[in-house]
């Protein structure tokens, strides 16, 4: 399976994104799916997961702005991001969890101080 992540932007404070991840297999078949984001210099923080049947967990700083789903039937994980911080800029990637399959470029979210 490959993963293209899309929908990455400037944005300003407050302001909103969706991400998109489409995986070139099959990844209906895989549980939990996740979305995770990489600072420069630090390390990958998984945000978001969802498992097939749509049960979601979220990391404590994105609970209540950010919205994970999924379609199976398009192998496309989204994430909704809202009331964007300057804090949320990172590279997004999204992956199986735990992590399966290679990591692709991500999709880089840049929210302006």
């Known amino acids: 399976v490959q993963l293209q992540a899309s929908g990455g932007g400037l944005v300003q404070p407050g302001g909103s994104l969706r991400l998109s991840c489409a995986a070139s297999g099959s990844s209906s078949s895989i549980n939990v799916m996740g979305w995770y984001r990489q600072v420069p210099g630090k390390q990958r923080v998984l945000v978001a997961t969802?498992?097939?049947?749509?049960?979601?967990g979220y990391e404590n700083s994105v609970r209540g702005r950010f919205t994970i789903s999924r379609d199976n039937t398009k192998n496309t994980a989204y994430l909704r991001m809202n009331s964007l911080k300057p804090e949320d800029t990172a590279v997004y990637f999204c992956?199986?969890?735990?992590?399966?399959?290679?990591w692709g470029q991500g999709t880089l979210v840049t929210v302006l101080q």
């Open positions: 992956n199986a969890v735990p992590p399966t399959w290679s």
């Open positions: 969802i498992t097939h049947d749509g049960k979601i």
